[in-house]
């Protein structure tokens, strides 16, 4: 059964992308371990404010696990202790009463904290824009049909797909990699007819645009696939080695 | 250069290297499994890789090898420590299927090279390099690599000794190439959802064969080495 438990909240404090962060340790009293973690945080702010102090500044949008916003390394995992779900989905009955949750931003290279657990993910829609797409020629729409499609393949393209490109791969990997989420973003196209045409190019130029964001090299240690909110499979990075290699033995 | 250039470039050229090097040391296991069956036939290997030519740009080979993937290795972990950001985590949870080595390879990898000068040091240079140059570096003909292994590893306590300090190397690399092997299948895009086990179970076994033959004839000479005590 759901009860109130009193805890302890140590979370980042920074001010602004250039000044210096510290932890902050917040006493929490009375909350119902039915409320979300995010719902936690509002409790939190909501004390912070009565107190007259600046309330913690974090990302936030749908709450139902699928905008990827909500980006928080909670006791040293991304989206917290719990399995495949987002912080925002994470609930207060994984936490014990008395005891001290860290909460922190995601720490990488390419994603600069903005203020306190706020960080800048644009290095992931800058990835995308360089070749995350299908161009569309227009026309008369193709009837859905003409084109078949294994349902094995279409499962696969539709797990990869499940990406909500929250970050959480590049923040749990040791290498600061991103490759998880652009092997997702890749396979997804890649694995059916409509993208195969640019599937050469857009490996090319996803990871050219990867690499030059200063995300680090995959190693393989498979903490990126452990941490993903969606469950994204390690065997997608293995599609993009080989879409990536293939197109460059082309050239 | 994409190879130089790209992330998964540079990932592909320390797989390639890799296993080269893997199977260079299947190679070598087998030949040195020969000892423990007849002391003769391994000369015979000896001399087959003493001064020829063809063993000799092996060596060369085999130096690039390990010098490219060793470079590779430092410019890897150099970007991937600031790819990381100057913040580091303050708490750091297990993640689940994570293995220990896969974090560790860079340590791992010198705790392989390290030995590697050690075990350099007493073969190749007392061989090989004596062979080639003509000086005398050990006390035996370069070419009786036998008489050299047996006197390293069965001399009163320092060869126990020498035992325990190649059986640890061989730990080291054992782990190096449990997380190596099928990483660097991966890395060639050499996987997919039904392979990833599979992949996995064979890097595993790879590994095992690779350093099993090396074992069992330290474990030999240890065990030969106790009875003469």
Known sequence: ?251 | MWLKDSSIGRKFVMSLTGLALVLFLLFHGCMNLAVVFSEEAYNMICHLLGANWYALIGTLGLAFLVLVHFCYALYLTIQNRAARGNDRYAVTGKKEGVEWESENMLVLGFCVLGFLCLHLYNFWFKMQFAEVTGIETGMFDPQNGAAYVKALFTEPVWGQVYCVLYLIWLCALWFHLNHGVWSALHTLGWNNLVWMKRIKVIGCIVATLAVLPFAIVVLYYFGMGLAML
């Not at chain 1, 939190?44 to 928080?72: F, W």
């Not at chain 1, 657990?117 to 995350?132: F, H, S, T």
């Open chain 1, 1 to 251: 059964m759901d009860q109130y438990i009193d805890i302890k909240v140590r979370v980042w404090r920074q001010a602004g992308p250039k000044a210096q962060g510290h932890f902050e340790t917040y006493d929490l009293k009375h909350v119902f371990q039915g409320a979300s973690f995010l719902e936690m945080i509002d409790i939190l702010n909501e004390q912070l404010v009565a107190e007259h102090k600046d309330p913690v500044t974090y990302d936030h949008d749908c709450r139902e696990g699928i905008c990827g916003m909500c980006s928080m390394y909670v006791n040293g995992h991304p989206h917290g202790p719990d399995s495949a779900i987002t912080t925002c989905q994470l609930h207060m009955r994984k936490f014990k009463d008395g005891e001290t949750i860290t909460v922190e931003p995601w720490r990488s290279r390419a994603f600069p904290v903005i203020k306190d657990l706020m960080v800048d993910r644009g290095a992931y829609d800058k990835i995308m824009q360089a070749g995350g797409f299908v161009s569309v020629n227009t026309g008369g729409v193709p009837d859905a049909n003409s084109i078949p499609i294994p349902k094995p393949v279409a499962d696969e393209a539709m797990d990869a797909a499940s990406c909500i490109g929250c970050g959480a791969c590049a923040a749990a990997c040791k290498n600061g990699s991103a490759m998880l989420f652009v092997a997702a973003k890749v396979s997804q196209l890649a694995l059916l007819p409509q993208g195969k045409i640019e599937a050469a190019a857009r490996a090319k130029a996803m990871v050219a645009k990867m690499d030059e964001l200063g995300f680090g090299n995959c190693t393989n240690t498979g903490a990126c696939a452990a941490e993903c909110p969606k469950s994204v499979s390690l065997a997608n990075i293995a599609r993009l080695n080989r879409e990536f290699l293939c197109a460059k033995f082309k050239d």
